[in-house]
């Protein structure tokens, strides 16, 4: 079905694996294509609840595949028809996506970690901001996100200086949510996406699409937006089973509907 990508699902969990570890994991086109459709179909199949993006092999993702690029590329319509369409399918999904960086994700592959929801990332991970190393301007989102993440004064820092950032560091910039040891990375992003799959799928994609609105809209527009959002999540089964089960004093069972 794919051929850039491996594509799983078990367990409500789709796992999305990019499949060029030779290049550690380069975005070519097709790749591009071939996540935008795995994120899209994910986001579709009832079944699953939580998305894990990661890499096969050493890496991550190291970004464009420099190889494929020459002086004919249009770099402005390589990111309106590739990378904004791959960015775009992240935000809109309104399931939780993790991606789980099993090492480095430099240029653009910093900004496929930094587009979705969660960062995970392996001790062994580190994170290039690689753009200016090839006299480039971070894309994919990367700015927007970094800047939320970590201020602009940092933003610039990672951004100009194009330094390798090792995973604690990132821990500590606020780039990422966790570092996992070596040992139990696999057990550890497992644990965390089987987690993220039994929790109310349908309130965790309202808090994305209203977080988005959040940073967007003034508080007055926003609050009557929010009051909206409330009310379509109180109408799910699993907002009903949550009040229940709390009256009855037992855990809920959620079915993320
Ligand atoms: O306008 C546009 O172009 C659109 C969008 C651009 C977005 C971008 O992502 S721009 C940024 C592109 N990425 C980079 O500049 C990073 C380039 N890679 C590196 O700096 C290093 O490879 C790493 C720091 C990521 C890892 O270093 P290291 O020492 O662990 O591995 P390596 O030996 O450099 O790489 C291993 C192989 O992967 C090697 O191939 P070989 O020699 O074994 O045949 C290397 O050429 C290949 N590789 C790594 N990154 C890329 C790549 N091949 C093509 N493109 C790559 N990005």
Not at 125 to 152: E, M, Q, W
Request: neutral net charge.
């Amino acid at each position: 079905m794919f051929n850039t990508i491996n594509y799983e699902c078990h367990e409500g969990i789709s796992w999305i694996k990019l499949n060029r570890p030779d290049k550690l994991n380069a975005f070519i086109a097709e790749m591009n294509r071939e996540i935008t459709q795995a994120v899209k179909l994910a986001g579709k199949d009832e079944k699953v609840r939580c998305i894990v993006i990661t890499g096969e092999g050493r890496a991550f993702c190291s970004g464009q595949d420099l190889a494929e690029v020459n002086d004919d590329t249009n770099h402005g319509d390589l990111l309106r028809n590739h990378y904004t369409p791959m960015v775009k399918a992240i935000m809109a999904c309104e399931k939780p996506i993790i991606a789980a960086v099993n090492g480095v994700a430099a240029g653009a592959g910093f900004s496929l970690a930094l587009a979705c929801d969660f960062r995970l990332a392996s001790e062994k991970a580190s994170f290039i901001n690689a753009f200016v190393n090839i006299g480039l301007i971070p894309d994919s989102g990367n700015l927007h996100f970094l800047s939320h993440l970590v201020g602009r004064a940092k933003a610039l820092e990672i951004s100009v200086l194009g330094e390798k950032i090792p995973a604690q560091k990132a821990l500590e910039l606020g780039v990422i949510n966790r570092v996992i040891p070596q040992d139990t990375w696999q057990k550890e992003v497992e644990e965390f996406a089987i987690k993220l799959a039994k929790m109310p799928t349908k309130a965790i994609g309202l808090i994305k699409r209203y977080l988005t609105l959040a940073e967007n809209l003034p508080l007055d527009a926003y609050l009557e937006k929010e009051a909206e959002g409330q009310r379509i999540a109180g109408l799910t089964k699993d907002a009903k089973e949550g009040v229940q089960a709390f009256i009855e004093k037992r855990q809920p069972e959620y079915i993320g509907q």
